[in-house]
């Protein structure tokens, strides 16, 4: 859904305008100026390089920003030795923070080689008020630093960074904005994430998103659809529907549409052959959810429900607002209905508190269910967060034995899962060459799982028919049935 201005037209020499998306356009025009001049000065284009380091709404969030950048005029770098690096940056865990810290000294050193060179960070890590004073106070290196509620105003941030020369900084406590029609470049031609909400308002104990990413706001359905129909005009096949928790998608919007209803507008669309969404809330999966789900062939037979704790007790100090029973009520019902289906998770060990005797109900769900694959997280204390001040945190010897136990069994049950669909014959979404035998393609299953089959280019972004010839664990090998 992109707004088809040319910004050749754009009259520099007027005010900026003040609605949105047309002032940033506006920026855009003026950094392409100075793109234009900065060739002419220096014989090539500046390179751009925007790393994501977070999940799928971050990633949708770095084609925003690679989009933006590809309007200005900036050449698309693969490295880090690049005229302007930006770090869109994740805080779910204390990790992901550390990795930033680490690779910024890095970056510096390119920096130190590279007069021009500019370096910006975004997302998650940016909207906690310690990182950005030790970013102030130990990087001042960093030209550039916004958050996550004002990414809209990229081109308008960027032009001042260039214009003035000296660090920015602006980051927004809050918002209730929703800014459409910026420019977006994919990364892949066949596929694309479509954001249907923002923020969350959940609230589980242990996660900082509600804090970085603000309330819950949805997207209205009609620019949803209208954004889903041009992808599907220039040739996007799948789609994944995107937010912290899809659903209680439009509950706060003006007409409320439930995401069961939206799900049922997209299946509509022309064009649009698979349909995945992601992340669903165990306590809001509503059985018209299901139903729809079912009486699509285009809704992937993937579910992504994250469980967290097998224990009612440690659930309830997550504030998940559901019980293990309910939990396994649901995956009940949810195969019922549709016996295919694949379903994966996440869970966290060693939350605060956590017994032997509640890991061990982790692990009987674990069993019960027999998830097709699973994320398995260490519980990492993110300051701000209520269960952070919780007594009872977990000695990391212990932790760390409960979680290669864990791993152990969710991993040995996935291969026999994974097994279950050896010499099937199931429809492939061709995605790529095989990074390691150029002779062989990469592809998807509905239910997720990657295929590798002898193919080239050709088979990029069609879905084939595929005899599943061998299963390695957590792929397969086929072959084309035509
Ligand atoms: N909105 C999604 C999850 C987003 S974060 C949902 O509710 O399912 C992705 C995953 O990171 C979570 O499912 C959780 O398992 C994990 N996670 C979040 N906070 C964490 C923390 N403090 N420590 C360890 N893992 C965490
Ligand atoms: Fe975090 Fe819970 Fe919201 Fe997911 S639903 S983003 S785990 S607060
Ligand atoms: Fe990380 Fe932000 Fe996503 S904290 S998990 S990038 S919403």
Redesign the pocket.
């Known amino acids: 859904m992109y707004h088809e201005i040319d910004l050749e037209k754009i009259n520099l020499n007027s005010a900026p305008p003040t609605e949105e998306p047309d002032r940033q356009y506006y920026y855009m025009a003026k950094c392409r100026e100075w793109v234009k001049n900065f060739q002419q000065k220096n014989g090539h284009l500046p390179k751009s390089f925007v790393v994501n380091m977070g ?1 799928q709404m971050n990633a949708r969030d770095s084609e925003k920003l690679a989009g933006i950048l590809e309007n200005m005029g900036y050449e698309k770098g693969d490295s880090e030795e690049a005229d302007f690096v930006i770090y869109n940056t994740c805080t ?2 204390e990790n992901a923070n550390n990795k930033v810290y680490g690779r910024l000294g890095y970056l510096h050193g390119f920096k130190k080689k590279n007069p021009h060179m500019k370096i910006a960070l975004c997302g998650c890590m940016m909207q906690e008020r310690e990182v950005v004073e030790k970013l102030k106070k130990s990087y001042s290196f960093v030209d550039l630093i916004f958050g996550t509620h004002n990414i809209y105003k990229f081109a308008e941030l960027l032009w001042e960074v260039l214009e003035s020369g000296s660090r920015v900084i602006d980051v927004w406590e809050e918002t209730d904005k929703i800014v459409e029609e910026l420019p977006v470049e994919r990364k892949y031609s066949f596929k694309s994430g479509v954001n249907i909400m923002f923020g ?1 308002n ?1 609230f ?1 104990s ?4 509600p804090y970085v990413r603000g309330r819950e706001r949805s997207r209205n359905p009609k620019d949803i659809i209208q954004e889903i129909e041009k992808l599907a005009e220039d040739g996007v096949v799948e789609i994944m529907l995107l937010g ?2 899809v659903n209680s998608y439009g509950k706060n919007l003006e007409e409320p549409i439930s995401f069961a209803g939206l799900l049922e507008e997209v299946h509509k669309i022309q064009g649009i052959e698979r349909i995945r969404f992601m ?1 669903s ?1 165990p306590k809001d999966l509503s059985d018209e959810l299901i139903e729809v789900m079912k009486n699509s062939p285009k809704v992937c037979r993937h579910l992504h429900l ?1 469980l ?1 704790s097998g224990s009612t007790r440690i659930l309830r100090e997550m504030n998940r607002r559901y019980t293990k029973d309910q939990y396994l009520a649901l995956v009940e019902k949810v195969r019922r209905a549709m016996p295919d289906i694949s379903i994966t998770t ?3 060990v060693g939350f605060p508190g956590e017994t032997e005797e509640d890991f061990l109900e982790t692990l009987d769900v674990v069993k019960r269910v027999r998830f097709d694959s699973a ?1 398995t ?4 204390k ?1 300051t701000g967060t209520p269960a952070a001040a919780m007594e009872g945190q977990i000695p990391e010897d212990v932790v760390k034995d409960r979680f290669d136990r864990l791993l152990k069994e969710v991993q040995s049950i996935a291969a026999e899962k994974a097994m279950e669909h050896k010499g099937k014959v199931l429809p492939v979404l061709v995605e790529g060459i095989n990074e390691q035998d150029d002779s062989l393609v990469t592809g998807r299953l509905s239910n997720n799982s990657v295929v590798h089959l002898p193919g080239g280019k050709d088979l990029i972004g069609t879905i084939q028919n595929v005899e599943l010839t061998e299963c390695k664990g957590f792929y397969y090998m086929g072959r084309i049935i035509s």
Request: hydrophobic share 30%; with cysteine; aromatic share 16%.
């Open positions: 999940c779910v865990r969350c959940n589980c242990y996660c900082i998103v912290q928790n992340t809330h994250p967290q996440d869970i966290i994320f997280f260490i519980y990492s993110r």
